[in-house]
């Protein structure tokens, strides 16, 4: 970032139906990643950090936060379109995440289109465990800038 500027990224004409969003392979959820989180998010269920708490309601132990997830999936959109450009962004829970997990975020571009002089994209996203269960599935709306 120079002068208080962040870079484009990727212009709207170098976006196309189709395009796959590089995928994010996170490392491997730890239990204290999941305690920061808490921290951070004021989340404290004991769910997220207490192994006896989810083996007594049948999750097989801790399992991470849902928001932290959709959080790895914001972060694959915010590297490919920049910080700036999310206009929407929203997903659905599907699974549970467990310790040791290594998280894969994928996406596509679903459709593009100019409108008022901006060019907006929009696309679905996922986020898997590494025996391709499905965690979040979601959807994306960007603004890139125009070539002028």
């Known amino acids: 970032m120079a002068n208080g500027v962040l870079p484009i990224l990727r212009y709207f004409e170098d976006v196309q139906v189709g395009d796959e969003i590089p995928q994010l392979v996170k490392s491997p959820v730890e239990r204290v990643q999941l305690v920061r989180y808490a921290g951070a998010s004021g989340d404290f269920n004991p769910l997220h950090t207490d192994p006896a708490v989810g083996e007594a ?14 959080g790895f999936v914001g972060q694959m959109l915010s590297d490919y379109v920049g910080p700036q450009a999310l206009r929407k962004f929203g997903v659905r829970f ?11 975020c994928t996406g596509q571009v679903t459709e593009k289109h100019e409108a008022d002089g901006q060019g907006f994209i929009s696309g679905k ?19 890139l800038p125009l070539r002028k």
């Not at 309601?57 to 959709?70: E, F």
């Open 57 to 70: 309601i049948g999750t097989g132990g801790i399992i991470a936060h849902g928001m932290l997830i959709m």
């Open 94 to 104: 599907k699974g549970m995440t467990h310790l040791n997990d290594v998280i894969t």
């Open 125 to 143: 996203v996922q986020a898997k465990d590494q025996d391709g269960d499905i965690k979040v599935v979601g959807t994306f709306t960007a603004v």
